[in-house]
């Protein structure tokens, strides 16, 4: 199963609640996550649920990890055996050349469940103003399209988004839900999924980074204090979104993309993000086995330079550390700027 959508659509929502009810339906899984920087969030996540989770980063699976995905594929297969693989790229890869990828790699007892992209109910008319190429072909790579966040968007734009996905891509399935409710909307998703993927002739491979006019910028900093209250780290993350999402609109004042904080201490993950110039923080607790003091962050939001926004990020988040009392080492490790502009 390959589940994409661009950055901040909601595919790792979408996967704990397909990941959830397929566990509890029998079904042994794992998860790949591809994150653009070489800090990983969403395997965080993810793998305190307990599923199987393994992370490539650096790279955008569809352009240049396809060597790691053969191999982390290959290891799953003899190490774990799993029935059902669902892939998670990053929000700037395509699909389909994905999966075209995939096959020419001649796995033994393969089959490919229809592609799916997930679309973000709530902002798409900004996406497709500010890089409407790389979201058309994402939509066109699709068999299920999902539209996302309906519980908060106006039913208007639903209907709207609807209109245009038909129109580009009239042969897809078009649903619609909120991941956040595993509800009968949702159910229709997972009942898709059981179906077979239609072969398509290849076509000449994109690089997706490039088309995608994103920048991103990803890090971690060792937090000193490991007993932090949750109320004191939901307040941080909130500060620090607000600030860079104030910054940033400066720059580009409808920037959409994932600007993300993971802050993990003994028993708790705290993972706060947004996603477009509009949007709030949504921040939530997860339960962990970790016992590790960490924050981890990785920003890549569209049409802003690299150095402003690797000044704005990294600079909003030691500030706020110093305001909140937060002892960390200023020692930032495995840095990675991604710049496509």
Do not use: W
Request: charged share 30%; with cysteine.
């Amino acid at each position: 199963m390959i589940i994409g959508g661009f950055l901040g659509s909601g595919k790792t929502t979408t996967l704990l609640k397909l990941g959830k009810h397929l566990s509890e339906t029998g079904h042994k899984i794992a998860i790949i996550v591809n994150e653009i920087g070489e800090i990983g969030l969403d395997g965080d996540t993810l793998s305190s649920t307990g599923i199987v989770t393994e992370e490539l980063t650096s790279g955008c699976i569809c352009c240049t990890l396809k060597i790691s995905m053969e191999y982390t594929l290959s290891q799953l297969s003899d190490d774990f055996q799993p029935d059902v693989i669902i892939i998670e790229p990053t929000g700037i890869a395509f699909p389909r050349q994905i999966k075209e990828d995939i096959a020419l790699m001649k796995i033994d007892d393969l089959s490919f469940a229809p592609i799916v992209n997930i679309v973000d109910g709530t902002r798409f008319n900004t996406e497709i103003k500010q890089t409407p190429k790389f979201i058309v072909t994402q939509i066109e790579d699709a068999e299920i399209l999902c539209i996302n966040k309906v519980d908060i968007a106006e039913k208007e734009k639903v209907a709207e988004v609807r209109n245009f996905l038909e129109e580009i891509n009239p042969e897809a399935e078009v649903i619609e839900f909120s991941a956040k409710e595993a509800d009968e909307k949702f159910q229709r998703l997972i009942d898709l999924l059981a179906g077979k993927s239609k072969e398509r002739e290849a076509r000449e491979a994109i690089n997706s980074i490039e088309a995608s006019e994103v920048s991103s910028y990803s890090g971690e900093l060792v937090i000193k204090d490991c007993e932090l209250e949750e109320q004191k780290a939901e307040k941080y993350a909130t500060d620090v979104l607000t600030s860079i999402s104030k910054q940033v609109r400066l720059i580009n004042p409808n920037f959409v993309g994932h600007i993300k904080i993971a802050m993990e201490y003994p028993g708790t993950l705290m993972k706060a993000s947004i996603t477009s110039s509009e949007s709030v923080p949504n921040i939530e607790f997860f339960e962990t086995k970790g016992k590790d003091c960490s924050l981890k962050f990785l920003s890549a939001v569209t049409n802003v330079e690299k150095e402003d926004l690797v000044k704005i990020v990294e600079g909003t988040i030691k500030e706020h550390l110093l305001q909140e009392e937060i002892p960390f080492s200023n020692k930032v490790k495995n840095l990675q700027t991604i710049n496509i502009l």
